[in-house]
């Protein structure tokens, strides 16, 4: 039987609730973690929950585990599955409330600590269109933070589909490109590899990181006109790195740098 | 024993359970209406029907049950809790997926709906100052719906609570007035009452909208600095009209227009 790891316990699937009070469902009042698990192992785990940490203490959530018990959950969640090499999902909420209303009552904070895992699937290439339907809020803090709230990203991938798509660049409310529905993207423009910069809005990814060494990329804003010229378009999250094989239905190269995947992903 | 109406059936609140996987609580796919109930009777309920109805509209999320079944629901939740004079949620999210993800799979679409019923209590004045941390998205089509997520509406209330405010002005992306925490902010200027236009990114308020016609008031974008300047100020939503008392520290005006309340809410 499938088994999910609530609160600090395996629990069969079947048999795990959550509250309707829950905050994280009234109110996306949570932050959570996608985790690339290989060999048994969550990859990067110390990034990620540096990123958890850095969510719950914008919004004020207590983090109820150590980091320690968090990654033993994590592996024995991953061994109780039988996916070794899989993608998990670490989500972290403030928890019921017995209280209607926005603000929590001042009653013991009792947050929700939930992580799943299922198979995870290799990313095929991606066919892009630029979002005119949302645009991503680098005003906010949240952009910063892996919010729970996914319904811009939701926008722009129903957009993505009814075109024929796979994906959508979301552009911030200036215009200039921030990132795609769930990764950061890299553009090989005439002088090398470019991501915007945090201050543009994409959320700041563990896998973008990490590739911004690796291929001497650099942080740049970028317009709707320089993600249209690129010659090479890459979309990456923890999971994986996506190949864009169609920008607004020009196809591009197949990208150079995926040769880099497997230090990106699996080396030291 | 305190009951909650989840699809379409009356249940004991200790045994209505929202599975893990639901995307409300995953990814923040839905929408709700909080709904203000007198004498037993959900008030505005053609108008917050439309209005979910536009929310999963834009989402994608199909209403699993017609709007008399759901009015039906509402009523005799209300009566089940012995709560004629009370505060209604209702919630519609895509419901549980048996996927991971951002995209919902080819499989049936499973929606949950919930109510729930608590009692509305009478606000008191509010002290308002402007948002620093976060600012609303007047780009994205989410704010014109009432979306799940309250994120930067908790970063907001968070700022006040910290300063010995109770509540918070949201700036948009453009530095213009959009609206409140939980509410659509009302100022009396030197040739009347204002509010903000649906272009600025206030949600589309059922009591803004009869508060509008009510104290002939006028849609305007609203700087900071005409905020700042208000003689006074009140905050609309469905379950009431709140008197600011004090903006940015500085002592306001009884509201003149607190007289029309019972006209507004309780009226034809």
């Known amino acids: 039987m499938a088994q999910l790891w609530l609160n600090g316990r395996l629990v069969e699937t079947g048999a795990a609730h959550v509250a309707p009070s829950d905050r994280g469902f009234l109110l996306a009042d949570g932050v959570f973690e996608t985790i690339r698990a290989s060999a048994g192992e969550p990859l990067w785990l110390a990034g990620h929950l540096a990123r958890l940490h850095a969510g719950a203490g914008l919004l004020g959530i207590p983090v109820p585990l150590s980091d320690?018990?968090?990654?033993?959950?994590?592996?024995?969640?991953?061994?109780?599955?039988?996916?070794?090499?899989?993608?998990?999902?670490?989500?972290?909420?403030?928890?019921?409330?017995?209280?209607?209303?926005?603000?929590?009552?001042?009653?013991?904070?009792?947050?929700?600590?939930?992580?799943?895992?299922?198979?995870?699937?290799a990313p095929g290439p991606a066919r892009l269109i630029f979002c005119g339907t949302t645009r991503r809020n680098e005003f906010s803090p949240l952009s910063r933070v892996k919010y729970l709230a996914y319904g811009d990203a939701i926008l722009a991938r129903r957009e993505a589909l009814a075109t024929g798509a796979t994906d959508a660049v979301l552009l911030n409310t200036s215009g200039n490109a921030a990132c795609c529905t769930v990764g950061n993207i890299f553009v090989r423009l005439e002088d090398g590899w470019a991501t915007p910069p945090l201050r543009d809005g994409p959320l700041p990814g563990l896998a973008r990181a990490r590739l911004l060494k690796a291929a001497g990329a650099q942080e740049r804003t970028l317009t709707a006109a320089d993600i249209a010229g690129a010659r090479e378009v890459v979309?990456?999250?923890?999971?994986?790195?996506?190949?864009?094989?169609?920008?607004?239905?020009?196809?591009?190269?197949?990208?150079?740098?995926l040769a880099e995947i497997d230090a990106i992903y699996l080396g030291p």
Chains 1, 2 share one sequence.
């Open 235 to 257: 979309i990456t999250n923890s999971l994986g790195i996506t190949p864009v094989s169609h920008l607004e239905g020009r196809a591009l190269a197949a990208p150079s740098i």
């Open 68 to 121: 320690d018990a968090i990654a033993a959950g994590l592996r024995d969640l991953v061994a109780a599955n039988h996916l070794p090499d899989s993608a998990v999902r670490l989500t972290l909420t403030r928890g019921p409330s017995a209280r209607r209303g926005l603000w929590p009552p001042d009653e013991p904070a009792t947050p929700t600590l939930l992580a799943t895992v299922a198979p995870r699937a």
